[in-house]
C-alpha cells in the first residue's frame, strides 16, 4: 500500500525512516568527514509529533553499517530512534528486523522512503506495510492529529528504550532465564483505575489484540465503568530498568450476587513473557473472592490474534459456561463471544515467583 | 493410511514439542506422567509457550487446535492433546 488514503492511524505502532534523502538531503557514506549530515527541521520536527501521540520510529537505511556507529555518537538523534537497521540487506528484511526486535506485527511499520524502488521492494514482499514518499509526511501527521495525548503515549518511546536496554541486559546475564528474571525485580501493582489512568485504560482497549478477551470498544468500555457496580481495574509494572506505567486494564462488572465477570480484560504485550498478564488476572480472582464472591467470569470472543489470552484464561482455570445468555456476552461480544468461568473456591493460581505483586491503595474489588 | 502416527507415537512428538515451547529438557519431559499438568509447576506452560505448542501441533499434523476446542478443554495434561489429536487423525483417515 502507498500513500495516506484509507489510512488508519491506529493500526500503526513505528514509522521507520530511511536516511539518505529522505531524514537528510546528502549520502551519509560519501561524506568527506566522519560528521553526519544534518537531518532536516521538518523530519525532527515530525518524528517528535508522532512520539507524543505514542508512535515509534526507527531507521532502515540501505548503507555501510559504520554510519549506525556514527550515529550513536549524536546521543540527541539517535534516542529518538529504536532498533535502527543499517546494513546493505534489502529494506523488506530489515522492517522483519525492526518488528522482530520491538514485538510488534511487520503490517505495525509504515517506511518513509525518498525511492520508489525501496519503497515498491518493501510493497512487493510485505503487503500489510504502507511506504510513504517524503512529501506525504505532512498528511501522515495530518492522520495523527484527532489523537489523544497521554502522559502513556507520551513516554512510549521511552518505555520502549527501557526494554531495549533491558534486553541488552539478558543477553549480557550470566545465569539461568529465572535467575535474571528475580534480578529484574519485577513489581506489579494492582488497583482501581484512577482518573488519569483511564485514557491509557482506554487505549490498552483500542490498541490491544494479542491479549485482548473481547474487543470491547473504548467507547463501550468508558460507558460501562461509569455504570453502577462497575469497577475498572488496572496494572502498573516498574523492574529495575525503569517504569513500564500501566501495562493492563480490567473492566469487573460486579452487579450479580457471588458472581464477579470481567467483560474486558486487555494487556499490552510490551512485557509479554514475563508473567505479568497471568499475574494480573489471578490478583483480579484473589480480589474477588476476598470481596465475597463464588464464581469469577470473563467474555471471552475469539479473533486471530488473541489465542494468547485464551490460553492465559485455561491457565487460570477458566472454562466453557453454558451461560451464553449473559448480558455482558450480547453487550460485548455479539453471538461469537462465549463466557468462561470458575469457582473461586479452593486453591487458586500463583503468579512466578519472580513477580512481586501487591495492590495499590483501594479497597474496593 | 498407513503413514498417520498412531496414538503413542503422537504422544511422543507432542512431548518433544513441549518440552521445545517451555524450554525443558526432552528427557525430562519425555519421562514425565502422561498426566503432568502443562500448567502445573513441572511443566509450567506459559500463555506464550502454549502458543508455540499449538503452532507446532498445526504444523506437524494440520490440527488447527485453537479453532475446533473454543475453551482449549485439550490443553490440560500431556496426555489430552495427544488425546484430541489422536482422535482428529482417525476421523481425518476415515477410521
Known amino acids: ?365 | 493410511m498407513s503413514d498417520t502416527p498412531d496414538r503413542a507415537a503422537v504422544e511422543r512428538e507432542i512431548r518433544s514439542m513441549i518440552a521445545e515451547a517451555a524450554r525443558l529438557d526432552e528427557t525430562f519431559v519425555a519421562e514425565l506422567p502422561a498426566d503432568a499438568d502443562l500448567f502445573g509447576p513441572r511443566i509450567g506452560l506459559t500463555s506464550l509457550a502454549g502458543v508455540a505448542l499449538l503452532g507446532a501441533i498445526d504444523r506437524r499434523y494440520g490440527v488447527d487446535v485453537a479453532a475446533l476446542d473454543l475453551s482449549l478443554d485439550s490443553l490440560q495434561s500431556i496426555a489430552t492433546p495427544s488425546d484430541f489429536v489422536a482422535a482428529c487423525l482417525a476421523v481425518r483417515d476415515g477410521g
Not at chain 1, 502522559?151 to 527501557?162: D, N
Not at chain 1, 470491547?216 to 453502577?228: H, Q, Y
Not at chain 1, 448480558?327 to 500463583?350: I, Q
Request: glycine residues 8%; aromatic residues 4%; proline residues 5%.
Open chain 1, 1 to 365: 500500500m502507498s500513500g495516506t488514503e484509507g489510512f488508519d492511524p491506529d493500526r500503526v505502532k513505528c514509522v521507520v525512516w530511511d536516511l539518505d534523502g529522505t531524514l537528510w538531503d546528502e549520502i551519509a557514506v560519501e561524506s568527506a568527514t566522519d560528521a553526519l549530515p544534518v537531518p532536516r527541521a521538518r523530519m525532527l520536527a515530525a518524528i517528535d509529533a508522532l512520539a507524543a501521540r505514542g508512535v515509534l520510529s526507527s531507521i532502515a537505511s540501505r548503507s555501510a553499517p559504520s554510519v549506525l556507529g556514527r550515529l550513536d555518537g549524536v546521543p540527541e538523534l539517535r534516542a529518538r530512534f529504536l532498533a535502527p537497521q543499517v546494513s546493505w540487506q534489502d529494506k523488506s528484511e530489515s522492517l522483519r528486523a525492526i518488528a522482530k526486535d520491538l514485538g510488534i506485527a511487520v503490517e505495525a511499520l509504515l517506511l518513509v522512503d525518498d525511492s520508489p524502488y525501496e519503497r515498491a521492494e518493501v510493497e512487493a514482499l510485505l503487503p500489510g506495510v504502507r511506504t510513504l514518499d517524503p512529501a506525504e509526511v505532512p498528511a501522515l501527521l495530518a492522520a495523527f492529529e484527532g489523537r489523544e495525548e497521554t502522559p502513556e503515549s507520551r513516554a512510549r518511546v521511552h518505555r520502549y528504550r527501557t526494554e531495549e536496554t533491558r534486553r541488552a541486559e539478558a543477553e549480557r546475564f550470566q545465569g539461568t532465564r529465572e535467575e535474571f528474571l528475580r534480578w529484574c525485580g519485577m513489581r506489579l501493582t494492582v488497583g482501581a483505575a484512577t482518573p488519569e489512568e483511564i485514557p491509557r485504560a482506554l487505549e490498552l482497549a483500542a490498541r490491544t489484540h494479542r491479549l485482548n478477551s473481547s474487543g470491547l470498544t473504548p467507547d463501550r468500555l468508558r460507558e460501562l465503568a461509569g455504570s453502577a457496580g462497575h469497577h475498572l481495574f488496572t496494572a502498573a509494572m516498574t523492574d529495575r530498568f525503569g517504569d513500564y506505567g500501566v501495562i493492563g486494564a480490567a473492566l469487573v462488572d460486579g452487579t450479580a450476587p457471588a458472581v464477579r465477570s470481567v467483560p474486558l480484560l486487555a494487556l499490552s504485550c510490551r512485557v509479554a513473557g514475563r508473567g505479568a498478564a497471568a499475574a494480573f488476572l489471578f490478583r483480579l480472582m484473589e480480589r474477588s473472592r476476598a470481596a465475597g464472591a463464588e464464581e469469577f467470569r470473563v467474555t471471552l470472543r475469539p479473533t486471530d490474534a488473541n489465542l494468547e489470552m485464551r490460553i492465559l484464561l485455561r491457565q487460570a482455570g477458566l472454562r466453557r459456561t453454558d451461560d451464553t445468555t449473559d448480558a455482558a456476552v450480547g453487550a460485548a461480544a455479539g453471538a461469537a463471544g462465549a463466557v468462561l468461568g470458575r469457582s473461586l473456591h479452593g486453591d487458586l493460581p500463583e503468579p512466578p515467583a519472580w513477580l512481586h505483586v501487591s495492590d495499590r491503595e483501594d479497597t474496593e474489588a
